[in-house]
């Protein structure tokens, strides 16, 4: 499901280069269709060298063309975020997941002018060392195959394919 899929990682803190990482470890994405984004360039050139990847500072240059959108911000920034990406595509910004505990899947479908389907992320922290789990709740707009894709984007940092480990849904 993610073979092909051209993923933008927005914010390459810890939780950012963690599943960035993650999905490359599992071999699922490939390099060139992974590109994530850090506040300052100095950020990004570091988080490029981590990671292996295209890493800039233009969120809006880094979502053109993905697939899909992971929001790795801080909550007090999710929703500015998002109203950014709206204004400067003026198109759908495909699938969004945003892993911020505040900004709810409604807030963020508002943020985003209800242009994408949005799936919220909750991982937590033992996902740091691929022993995590992660809490996806759907959005309005969400479908089965959006949570489907956000289940595969997170099940590596659950170091397991068995349901105690894989994310689940409410």
Known sequence: ????????????????????????????????????????????????????????SDNAAATAGADVVLLCVKPRDAGKVAEGLRSSSGRDTGRSSSRSRRASARYLEEALAGKAPVVRAMPNTPCLIGKGMTVLSKG?????????????????LGGSSSSRRSTWTR
Do not use: N, Q, Y
Request: net charge positive; with cysteine; aromatic share 2%.
């Open 1 to 56: 499901m993610l073979a092909d899929k051209r993923i933008a990682v927005i914010g390459t803190g810890t939780m950012g280069r963690t599943i960035a990482g993650g999905l490359l470890a599992s071999g699922k994405v490939r390099k060139a269709h992974l590109v994530a984004t850090a506040r300052s360039r100095t950020s990004a050139d570091k988080a490029s060298r981590e990671l292996g990847i295209r890493c800039a």
């Open 140 to 156: 309005s707009k969400a479908t089965d195959r959006d949570v489907a894709l956000a289940r595969e984007i997170f099940l590596p």
